[in-house]
Structures are given as C-alpha cells and as structure tokens.
C-alpha cells in the first residue's frame, strides 16, 4: 500500500462483512445478534459478505454479489449521473455459488447487460443446480468470463476497455454449496486481484477450510488481505445449540486456537489482513469483547461495512 492520495490507484470498500443470514440474523437471538438488536452500540450491523472494487471511484466490480446488494450498490460512491438510468457495476466476480455471495446477480437484473467472471464449476452450479444464471438471462444480457485456475486475466469494463486490474482464482480447500449435485475443481476459490500499473493487489478469500502454504505464499505477496472470519472456534454452533456441525465441516476455518487463521495470518508481514465474511455467532463481533482485543492484538482487524482501503 502507498502512502499519499496521489499514490491511491484501487479502492476497495467492504459492502457487507456478514457472513450469509447478515448480522443480526433475522431469525437470531444468539448473543451477539441480541446484543445488535438490544445495545446497539456494542455491535454494529453488518450486511451480507460483499466487496466492491474500482481504479477511478466511479466504476466498480463487485467480489461476489449478495442478497444485500441493492442497498450495497447504493453505497456506492459515484458522481450523479446524466443518464436516466445508471449501472456503476462493471462486473461481478464470484468466488463460489454459495447463495449469500450469488443472489445479488439476479437482484441486479435491470442492468440489462452484467459481466460475471467465474471459473467454470461454479458457472454449471449457476446454470444448472441454482438456476441463478437461467433466470437472470430472461431479463438481461449476461456475458460470462470463465475464470482458470491460476491464471491471471484481465478485467475489462462492460465496453471492453480495460480498467487495469487483473484477477487470478486459486482453489481453496472448501466443499460445494450443498445444494450443488457435482463437486468440480474451482468450485471454491480465492482470488488475488492486482492493478497492473501501481501494482498495488489484494487478496479475497471469503471462504476457507483451512489456510495452506500455498494460500499463505500467495496471500503474503499482498497488499490487503480479506479473509473469511465465519467462526472464532470450531465448536461454535453446536455449544449454542443452533447446529450439528463443527466450523471445519462447514469448510470455514476457525480464527482462534493453536490451528486457527490468527495465528497463520498474523506471521504475513506486509498485508494488512481483515476478516469478512463473519457469523452473527463470532463473539469478535462485540466491540470492546476480550475475542476483539485478541484479534487486534495479533495485527488484524475486524471488517465492518463501509471500510475503505487504499491500494
Ligand atoms: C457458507 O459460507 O458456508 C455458505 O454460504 C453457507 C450458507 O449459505 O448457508
Ligand atoms: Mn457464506
Ligand atoms: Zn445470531
């Protein structure tokens, strides 16, 4: 990251930090989602995990588009258009087919043209098990950019000009969506996104297993690190008696603990590193909680929507 506004050439905002249900959930009385609703101020509401990314502030590409993505993209910051209609979403880049990271696509049907970069696992569970991609090509022109794993490609606007950012998926130890009825390579992945000409990258991983060096190696390259903060243990669900599942096994790797992401992440010395992606059920979401200063202790911070970085 530079320092210096003139030096500023990616902006990144986090739309929504939640992890799917957003914070509180609607159905939730949890701690932390009672605590939202009853004392406000010892936890911020968050919506569904999002983030936008734009070179000139005016142009954006949304990193997975969420069930919250109308009054996201109204966040937006753009100058007030001529137009009788404006789109300021260039493109839409999902990490998996999840529904809190796809729902936003057919939500954003009155664009009438939208650009979706995936790979191609997840572009069959789009067309075929969701139907996400079906439904939304009724009302408007989708033009789809297969994704290759490991592959760098470039980000074009919905004109085809380039805008100067790249992407690169990586494959992430995580399962499909369960109501996916194949499990192909690149289902899940994490992306590193780069502005060719300050050089200035990020990583987005929203979803993650488990952190291997491979993840970590290419994580550390970075400027700004995005990383899922789904759970903070293992165990979370089920000591609360909301689910049967532990963290793991819902492919999300736990934050705290010997083995927990805190502890890898923090070893990363030149990105600043932010969890997104977080459950209503993460005692980090309580401002002031001893699971916060724990974070903040090892470098990290919790994301909150609205955050604004600089690349
Ligand atoms: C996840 O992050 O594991 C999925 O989004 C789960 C879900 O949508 O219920
Ligand atoms: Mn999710
Ligand atoms: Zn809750």
Same mark, same amino acid.
């Given at each position: 990251?530079?320092?210096?506004?003139s030096a500023i050439?990616?902006?990144v905002?986090?739309?929504?930090t939640?992890?799917g249900g957003?914070?509180?959930?609607?159905?939730?009385?949890c701690p932390t989602?009672?605590?939202?609703?009853?004392t406000?101020?010892?936890? /911020?509401r968050r919506?569904q995990?999002s983030t936008a990314?734009s070179?000139d502030?005016?142009?954006?590409f949304l990193?997975?588009?969420?069930p =919250?993505?109308r009054?996201q993209?109204d966040?937006?910051?753009?100058p007030?258009?001529?137009?009788v209609?404006?789109?300021?979403v260039?493109?839409?880049?999902a990490?998996?087919a999840?529904l809190d990271h796809?729902?936003g696509?057919?939500l954003l049907r009155?664009a009438?043209h /939208?650009q979706?970069?995936?790979?191609?696992?997840?572009?069959l569970i789009l067309?075929?098990?969701s139907?996400?991609?079906p439904?939304t090509?009724?009302?408007?022109?989708?033009e789809i950019t297969?994704m290759q794993?490991?592959?760098t490609?470039?980000?074009?606007y919905?004109?085809?000009?380039?805008?100067g950012?790249t992407?690169?998926?990586?494959a992430?130890p995580?399962?499909?969506?369960?109501f996916?009825?194949?499990?192909?390579?690149?289902?899940?992945? !994490?992306?590193?996104?780069?502005?060719e000409?300050?050089?200035? #990258?990020c990583?987005y991983?929203p979803?993650c297993?488990?952190?291997d060096q491979n993840?970590?190696?290419?994580?550390? =390259?970075?400027d700004l690190v995005?990383?899922?903060g789904?759970?903070w243990?293992?165990d979370?669900l089920i000591?609360l008696?909301?689910?049967?599942?532990s963290?793991?096994?819902? =492919?999300h790797?736990?934050i705290?603990g010997?083995g927990? #992401?805190? #502890?890898?992440?923090a !070893?990363? #010395?030149?990105?600043r590193?932010?969890y997104?992606?977080?459950?209503?059920?993460?005692?980090?979401l309580l401002?002031?909680s001893?699971?916060?200063a724990?974070?903040?202790?090892?470098?990290?911070?919790?994301?909150? =929507?609205g955050?604004?970085?600089s690349?």
């Open positions: 990251m530079k320092a210096g506004p050439r990616v902006h905002i986090l739309l929504g939640a992890a957003g914070f509180p959930q609607w159905n939730c009385w989602c009672r605590a939202a609703r009853i406000p101020d010892r936890a /911020l919506r995990s990314v070179v502030g005016e142009r954006w990193l997975n588009a969420s =919250d993505v009054e993209v966040c937006l910051p753009a007030v258009p001529a137009g209609r404006h789109v300021a260039e493109g839409i880049v990490t998996d999840e796809t729902l696509i057919v009155e009438r /939208l979706l970069f995936v790979t191609r696992a997840v572009r067309e075929q098990d139907r996400i991609l439904v090509a009724a009302f408007a022109r989708v297969e794993l490991e592959q490609q470039a980000l074009p919905r004109n085809d000009e380039p805008s950012l992407i690169m998926p990586f992430v995580a399962g499909p969506p369960r996916a009825r194949e499990q192909k390579p690149g289902h899940t992945v !994490g992306l590193i996104l780069r502005d000409s300050s050089g200035g #990258s990583g991983v979803g297993g488990q952190l993840i970590l190696d290419l994580l550390g =390259d970075t995005l990383f899922d789904t759970f243990t293992d979370e000591s008696g909301i689910g049967d599942r963290a793991r096994e819902m =492919d790797q736990p705290s010997p927990g #992401s805190l #502890s890898q992440l !070893g990363l #010395s030149r990105p590193k932010v997104t992606h977080i459950n209503n059920t993460n005692p980090m401002e002031g001893p699971e916060r724990t974070v903040e202790r090892a470098g990290l911070t919790v994301g909150a =929507d955050m604004t970085f690349l």
